[in-house]
């Protein structure tokens, strides 16, 4: 039911641009702001991959996992193309969601569409869009994720577009970071966003899903929710004896760090002050991303 729906974006769109007599190749052109920003459903053998595309080892096994992912549930986060010609599309992220598409034996997939001069026109959509009032929890996210991305903004920056507080871009974001299933789930309004904050800090795959499948079931409310997370937590911490309690103030600096690297950050300390600080990533160009903001 679900990849039904996600499959269905775009359909208006997706006519649009497979009309010659109304093909949309500059931002200037009058139907232009019908494209940019938008969901269409593009022919995936109209896409080619970005030939500057510094990745080029995909793991199978994990996109034979999205794969199935997407038999399941559909495209979840849309990827990105840009427009070279009448059809003709070149892909400018996603591309480990595109490959696993293929293999699944998706004929199309969502995209948003870039034209070559659109880069103001696509930051005032977006913009646009966010502010509109009825979006779920995912859009806003990965809305913001593009805003960041695409349009070459810091966090900073793009709050500043939005007219929100730092922290809650932070947080908005770091709903990518969960399950498939799950972010699905959101965009069903299936949960809150108050039930996905708390599931982000389960490192667990397997528990975070455990845990969704809980919430849906047994209609847990937010507060049983961060019991159930708090509950996982404190072993951990119990069985580390060479470990002593955080400070707060230590608690505080972690989650400004964790804001400003949009990532996740670990603080360890011994009794005697020593200790080490984790910042992860998720991929080499997260980690160049994290390196660049070290560097500033």
Same mark, same amino acid.
């Given at each position: 039911?679900?990849?039904?729906?996600?499959?269905?974006?775009?359909?208006?769109?997706?006519?649009?641009?497979?009309?010659?007599?109304?093909?949309?190749?500059?931002?200037?052109?009058?139907?232009?702001?019908?494209?940019?920003?938008?969901?269409?459903?593009?022919?995936?053998?109209?896409?080619?991959?970005?030939?500057?595309?510094?990745?080029?080892?995909?793991?199978?096994?994990?996109?034979?996992?999205?794969?199935?992912?997407?038999?399941?549930?559909?495209?979840?986060?849309?990827?990105?193309?840009?427009?070279?010609?009448?059809?003709?599309?070149?892909?400018?992220?996603?591309?480990?969601?595109?490959?696993?598409?293929?293999?699944?034996?998706?004929?199309?997939?969502?995209?948003?569409?870039?034209?070559?001069?659109?880069?103001?026109?696509?930051?005032?959509?977006?913009?646009?869009?966010?502010?509109?009032?009825?979006?779920?929890?995912?859009?806003?996210? =990965?809305?913001?994720? !593009?805003? +960041?991305?695409?349009? @070459? *903004?810091?966090?900073? %920056?793009?709050? /500043? $577009? &939005?007219?929100?507080?730092?922290?809650?871009?932070?947080?908005?974001?770091?709903?990518?970071?969960?399950?498939?299933?799950?972010?699905?789930?959101?965009?069903?309004?299936?949960?809150?966003?108050?039930?996905?904050?708390?599931?982000?800090?389960?490192?667990?795959?397997?528990?975070? =899903?455990?845990?969704? !499948?809980? +919430?849906?079931?047994? @209609? *847990?409310?937010?507060? %049983?929710?961060? /019991? $159930? &997370?708090?509950?996982?937590?404190?072993?951990?911490?119990?069985?580390?004896?060479?470990?002593?309690?955080?400070?707060?103030?230590?608690?505080?600096?972690?989650?400004?760090?964790?804001?400003?690297?949009?990532?996740?950050?670990?603080?360890?300390?011994?009794?005697?002050?020593?200790?080490?600080?984790?910042?992860?990533?998720?991929?080499?160009? @997260? *980690?160049?991303?994290?390196?660049?903001?070290?560097?500033?």
């Amino acid at each position: 039911m679900t990849a039904k729906k996600k499959q269905a974006l775009g359909k208006g769109l997706s006519a649009l641009l497979k009309d010659p007599s109304t093909n949309v190749s500059s931002a200037k052109d009058e139907r232009a702001p019908e494209v940019v920003g938008h969901i269409a459903e593009v022919d995936i053998d109209s896409i080619e991959v970005n030939p500057f595309q510094p990745r080029t080892h995909f793991d199978k096994g994990a996109l034979e996992d999205l794969s199935n992912s997407i038999k399941e549930l559909g495209i979840v986060q849309p990827i990105t193309v840009r427009k070279v010609g009448f059809n003709e599309y070149q892909l400018i992220s996603g591309e480990r969601r595109f490959r696993a598409s293929k293999m699944a034996g998706l004929t199309s997939i969502p995209a948003y569409v870039r034209i070559a001069d659109d880069q103001s026109m696509l930051e005032m959509a977006l913009v646009e869009n966010i502010q509109r009032q009825d979006l779920d929890a995912i859009e806003i996210a =990965l809305s913001y994720k !593009r805003l +960041i991305e695409e349009c @070459d *903004l810091t966090q900073e %920056q793009m709050s /500043d $577009r &939005v007219g929100k507080k730092r922290s809650t871009v932070t947080n908005y974001l770091r709903l990518l970071k969960l399950q498939p299933l799950i972010q699905a789930g959101i965009r069903d309004r299936m949960l809150s966003m108050g039930h996905a904050r708390a599931l982000v800090n389960v490192e667990d795959e397997n528990e975070q =899903l455990k845990i969704y !499948r809980d +919430i849906i079931a047994n @209609d *847990l409310s937010v507060r %049983q929710v961060e /019991d $159930r &997370v708090r509950q996982l937590k404190e072993p951990t911490r119990a069985s580390n004896t060479s470990e002593v309690e955080t400070p707060d103030e230590i608690l505080e600096l972690k989650s400004q760090l964790a804001g400003y690297f949009n990532a996740k950050v670990d603080v360890k300390r011994n009794a005697k002050g020593k200790g080490s600080l984790v910042i992860k990533f998720d991929s080499d160009r @997260d *980690l160049e991303r994290i390196i660049e903001l070290i560097n500033r």
